[in-house]
Every structure is written in structure tokens, then in C-alpha cells.
């Protein structure tokens, strides 16, 4: 009786310690996953030199030139040991580093703005765990003289950046509300999806209407009518951001990226709710486009059987899970083409996940097509099916060729 007496004060002491440890662990990992969510590894690791998770040295190519991302592990000299959560929040919400100075708004504080204190500093206690590296110091961003002035981003913030946290709809739904808060805070979908102006701004009417981002157009993801992926499910958009892949297309290049690295880590009720919020997004009816002349068409279309059809199929439905459907397709119908031709220069790559792990990639025709042929390929395939986009000109595809394969 004396021996259960001991170890029960014993427990009665220790157990507020359990309590507080068990506290911290749940905070840390709140903190991995936001971070996860936010794939700040997709930008802050420098992925093609192998470089250490959060080290920093990633080159974000921008319109106005290179920006290089700095290390955001707790080392003292090189990283953000030396912050504090109070700086932590300043910069995620504010667009301030810790000497004051502004950050560049390729570091997405426009949209990282929206989110609560509580999950800001979760991630910092996250990152306070990751072992510090030393990197090297990042050097100031390739930009124009004008633009290298940080107090400039002062008056790029009165125009462009809407601070604040995210404010629930109390008309729509706890699922919606989650969707919405994931799309446009720690996700930053709009970074890609939605188009800027000549400052690097988002355009408030084309919110995820589409944008451009290192020589890619990133499609419409409004996802109700007449959006960009109207034609898709709510498990279909859950599918592709598990998998990066589902009965229309799969994920590559820079989402492919976001899929491997954020959306796959996701839960499924988060995924659900960004496709419900997504399935919410209604568009305008966009009028068809002249298509392209009829000695065109028939040129892309003898094109298209030769070259594509084997994988694609004659009438564009392709292969689910393996070869994207082209009737349809969001990228076929966008107003931007650059990266329908990107990827019939280049190729490409569908990333692999833990649900789809084989890279199945399509191959490139830079060597095989000129550009009068691919700009009939093109043309053809904007316009063929249900596709109802314009045509596009040779000059379209040799100042994407000379930029991309010089």
C-alpha cells in the first residue's frame, strides 16, 4: 500500500510535466504541418544542389530578375536563431524582417498575412527543432537598381498588400470557411493561379482565374461554372492533390512540386474543404475564340494522329492516371497557351507520390517539330473537341523556344 501511495504522488507530480511535453509536441507538430502545408522546403531548400532542408540558396526567378531565398533555420550567423516569434510574426504578417528592412514579395506575406498568430507561431516552433544549418549569405536579389531599394516595397504594399487575418464567413459552412483560409493563407495558391499586373501585384478580378510564374501559365482552378475546372469532382481535385494525378491530368513542373513537397502530406479534410471552397468559385462565361484557319487545323490535326494520338487517343481522352486528357483540359483552354507549348518543347514529368509513385513523362519535340508545325499542333488542339481557344502564331513558339532552349 505504501509502494502505490509513493508512486502515486510520484505521477501526481510528473503528470503536469506529461501534460506540458505533450502540449509542446502538439504544438511542434501543428507547426510541421502548417509548414508543410506552406511548402516553405519548396522554396527555402535549394533542391537542385541537394542543399539542406530550410538552408536557403533557391533562385526565385521573378519578371524583374533573380531573387535568392535565405536560410530559415535557427542558426545565429545565417539564419533566424537570433529572431524572436514576435519577428517571426512581423515577417509572415507585416512583410518585415527582423532589422526592419521589407521583404521582397516573392516570400508570399501577401497571403501569409492571413494567418492567426497561433499558426505563425507554431511554424516558428517548428523551425526552432530543425537542425541549424550555416549557409552561406545570401546575396542581394539580381534586380534593377530602383528595385534593390527595399523602402520601395513601401508603396508596392500600399498598392498590393491587403494585411490582415482571415475572417470566416459566418453564411458558409466550417468545411468552406477551411477551404478558403488554406487557399488563400498558408497555400498561397494565388501566387501561381492568379494573374499580376506590370508591379508583380495580383489583379482582384483574376483571382485563380490563371497567372504566369517562370515561363508557365498556371490554369484556372475556379472550379464552378464556367471555371476553369467546372468539368471537375470534388474527388477529382482531391485525387490530384493526394496523388498529382487523376482522370484528367497530373501534376508537373511547379505543382508537381507543390503536390511531392505540401498538398500529398495534406489530411483528407482538408483536401475535401479546399475543394469544396475551389467547387465554390463561379466565372464568367468566356466567349469562344476564332479558331484557327482551316489549312491549320488540318495541318495540327495530321500532326496530332502522327505524334500524339498513340498516348492521347484520336479523340482526346486520353489514358486516366497516365496520360492527361486534352479534351477539355484547363491548360488547352486558357487564354495564356505558353505552357501547352512549353511542354511539347520540353516534355515533361508527372512527379511521383506515395500514391503514385511512377514518373510517367511525356517525351519533348524541340528536336522533331519546327515552329510552324507546333504552332499547328497547338492551334489544332485549342480548338479541337470542346476546346474553344485561339490559335497561336509561330512567333509564339520560336520566342518561347529561344527563351527556354537557348
Known sequence: MRSLTLTAAVFGLLAPVAVAQELVLSQIERGRYLTTAANCAGCHTDHANDGPPFGGGY????PFGAIVSPNITFDHATGIGSWSPDDFWAALHEGVRKDGAQLYPAMPYPYFTRMPRE???AIYDYLSTIEPVTAEIVPEADLPAVLRIRAAVRGWNLLHFDQGVFTPDPDRSPEWNRGAYLVQGPLHCGGCHTGKNL?????ANEYLRGGMLENWHAPSIRGGAN????HWSAGEIV??????RNRHTGAMSRMGEVVALSTQHLTDDDLVAIATYLLSLDDEERAPAEGASEPRTAAGAAIYFDNCAACHKTDGSGVPHMFAVLDGSNKLNADDPTTVIRIILEGAQARPTAARPTPFSMPAYHWKLDDDEIADLVSYLRSAWSNRAGPVSSADVADLRELLLK
Not at 533562385?59 to 521573378?62: N, P
Open 59 to 62: 533562385a526565385l526567378e521573378t
Open 119 to 121: 499558426d505563425v507561431d
Open 199 to 203: 508591379l508583380g501585384g495580383d489583379q
Open 227 to 230: 471555371g476553369g475546372i467546372a
Open 239 to 244: 485525387t490530384f492533390l493526394k496523388a498529382g
